[in-house]
Nanobody
């Protein structure tokens, strides 16, 4: 089982930036995908961005051009650089891991999850 722990959330004004980090451990396979997801109270969990172990990335339309997903294997850390934040970006953000390199943004396809970090954007 892969362990994940997010950090870097907080409160920011609209137009500001945040960088989320996700420390992970326990990955034993070469081919995998990691993703960032968001979820509000009483709402379904939605995909934000994903990256394969080979470096291929995917983004949901609402964050393209504003968010960047990246990974530092030496530090066992996944990142989500969030620029030009909007109040609609407010949510709990989760990182997740799945075995295999199918680049998907569907939560059901991921096996292991972190506890989440809150992002709040004020207008």
């Amino acid at each position: 089982r892969v362990q994940l722990a997010e950090s870097g959330g907080g409160s920011v004004q609209g137009g500001g930036s945040l960088t989320l980090s996700c420390r992970y451990s326990g990955i034993t396979h070469d081919g995998y995908t990691m993703g960032w997801f968001r979820q509000g109270p009483g709402k379904e969990r939605l995909g934000v961005a994903a990256i394969t172990s080979g470096g291929f990335t995917a983004y949901t339309d609402s964050v393209k051009g504003r968010f960047t997903i990246s990974q530092d294997n030496a530090k066992n850390t996944l990142y989500l650089q969030m620029n030009n934040l909007k109040p609609d970006d407010t949510d709990m953000y989760y990182c997740a891991y799945r075995l295999g390199t199918l680049l998907i943004l569907v939560p059901a396809g991921y096996n292991d999850w972190g506890p989440g970090t809150q992002v709040t954007v004020s207008s």
